[in-house]
């Protein structure tokens, strides 16, 4: 899954995203889900790609189009469209057990600890149910938290849910330059 804010971004960041997708796995391009947070990026993206929905609303919401793929059950892989694929990313998740994993701005990758700066340009979700209640909190407080960016606050809807998911919910960083 990936978001695309307007026309601009459809017509020169997409193709670059597919393509470098393409490159390096085959499989997964047909999956790809694009968001289109405007009429003309939509119109501009289904020229490019099989996948493109409307979704316009603001960009955290994002993350509510995450909470609904979770609840079907699918794992999401969501990706910035501003992202070059040098390899195939499952290579790199698939042997992480974690439920949840998301970039850091940072390049400590020992430090899992909800005091990171998250950055939500790649995440990684398994559809478990402490995945759900984890992004069901981050929906909850991106609906509350006015124009804060759905980065900040990660910390906290993982502290919210760490208390009902103590020993379950497996959270790790990735750091930015891998």
Not at 55 to 83: E, P, T, Y
Not at 116 to 131: H, S
Not at 138 to 163: C, D, I, K, Y
Request: glycine share 4%.
């Amino acid at each position: 899954m990936t978001t695309i804010v307007d026309a601009e971004a459809a017509e020169i960041l997409l193709p670059v995203f597919l393509e470098s997708l393409q490159k390096v796995s085959r499989r997964l391009v047909p999956r790809v889900l694009v968001l289109a947070s405007d009429a003309q990026g939509l119109q501009i993206c289904r020229t490019k790609h099989a996948h493109c929905l409307p979704w316009f609303q603001r960009l955290s919401a994002a993350i509510g189009a995450l909470q609904q793929l979770l609840a079907k059950n699918f794992n999401v892989l969501a990706a910035d469209v501003d992202m070059v694929w040098l390899k195939d990313p499952f290579a790199a998740l698939e042997p992480n057990l974690s439920d949840f994993l998301m970039t850091v701005d940072s390049t400590n990758s020992t430090d899992d600890s909800p005091a990171q700066k998250p950055c939500a340009g790649l995440i990684f979700a398994r559809a478990t149910e402490p995945t759900r209640a984890l992004v069901k909190s981050w929906v909850g407080l991106g609906r509350e938290g006015g124009n804060v960016g759905p980065s900040s606050m990660f910390p906290m809807a993982w502290a919210m849910t760490q208390s009902s998911y103590p020993t379950q919910l497996r959270v790790s960083y990735l750091p930015t330059q891998q």
